[in-house]
């Protein structure tokens, strides 16, 4: 993984403005236009502004920060508690497959031409051309997973796992306990996927005894990090979350790449700390 690489992991990751509650690390296919929705609602709502104009993705009307730039106040941020959201491996690799691989007329898709590029694929293939082992077989061939487009990149990367001491780390599969936690920060957040993937087919049909190998080396870091069984049988089982190895490094990594100049601070409010609330199981 090159330093270029890092700085744009951490500048995609972390979502963050200095009104929020809580410093949220997005994890895509997994809820995470559903968050991004009520936390940009929530620093219109402490501005007296109206700038949503309804996708959360949209960078350049966006309340977020870019966490390496003196946009906001680090020590209220390094404060803050740190949340995210982490899905079954077998399903988050069905979705990001449904919803973002396979050429469509008329749909200008960088995620699919940014994949294409990374792995040398043809982007004039359609999903029927290039069907969901051909993708995973894709992943499986040569290219550094740290390098991966965020969509497929394993969550254990992309969340800097071993490197964070989450305050709260919740499950697609427990939805409502995860909401419930935003909502207990100030956060008003209902549980409604929105931007989920439809799928014609259930997650199982995808998965042939090569699909599932696959996906369990791929992703092996999530199944084990995370408690997921590897058995496709039990998609919503799980077991506990291992600890991360290097707790804290997070903020020294963002602290050691920001620019020198500090701004003084937006707001000052009592922080509300990491203890007190577990890791959601």
Not at 196 to 214: I, N, P
Not at 223 to 246: K, Q, V
Request: aromatic fraction near 12%; glycine fraction near 6%.
């Amino acid at each position: 993984m090159t330093e270029k690489n890092l700085r744009h992991r951490l500048v995609q990751a972390i979502v963050y403005a200095d009104e929020l509650p809580f410093v949220y690390v997005q994890n895509p296919k997994v809820a995470c236009t559903t968050i991004k929705t009520a936390l940009w609602e929530y620093v219109d709502a402490e501005r007296g502004t109206s700038t949503f104009g309804g996708s959360p993705h949209a960078r350049a009307e966006s309340p977020f920060v870019n966490i390496l730039r003196n946009e906001y106040d680090f020590e209220a941020f390094s404060a803050k508690p740190i949340v995210t959201m982490v899905r079954n491996p077998y399903a988050r690799a069905v979705s990001a497959y449904e919803n973002k691989i396979g050429y469509l007329p008329r749909r200008l898709d960088q995620v699919w031409n940014r994949f294409c590029e990374i792995h040398a694929v043809d982007a004039s293939l359609t999903k029927a051309e290039f069907g969901f082992v051909d993708f995973l077989r894709t992943l499986a061939t040569g290219v550094d997973p740290a390098e991966f487009d965020q969509h497929f990149r394993p969550q254990s990367i992309g969340l800097f796992y071993d490197s964070v001491d989450y305050t709260f780390i919740g499950r697609v599969e427990e939805a409502d306990a995860t909401f419930k936690f935003m909502n207990s920060l100030g956060l008003r957040v209902e549980n409604k996927v929105l931007g989920a993937t439809k799928k014609t087919k259930r997650t199982e049909d995808y998965y042939d005894d090569e699909a599932v190998e696959l996906v369990k080396s791929i992703y092996a870091d999530d199944f084990r990090l995370f408690g997921y069984s590897t058995e496709l049988s039990e998609l919503r089982e799980f077991g506990d979350f291992l600890p991360p190895e290097r707790p804290g490094e997070l903020i020294d990594l963002i602290r050691e790449r920001r620019s020198p100049t500090a701004p003084q601070a937006v707001r000052s409010e009592p922080s509300l700390g990491r203890s007190g609330a577990g890791i959601a199981r």
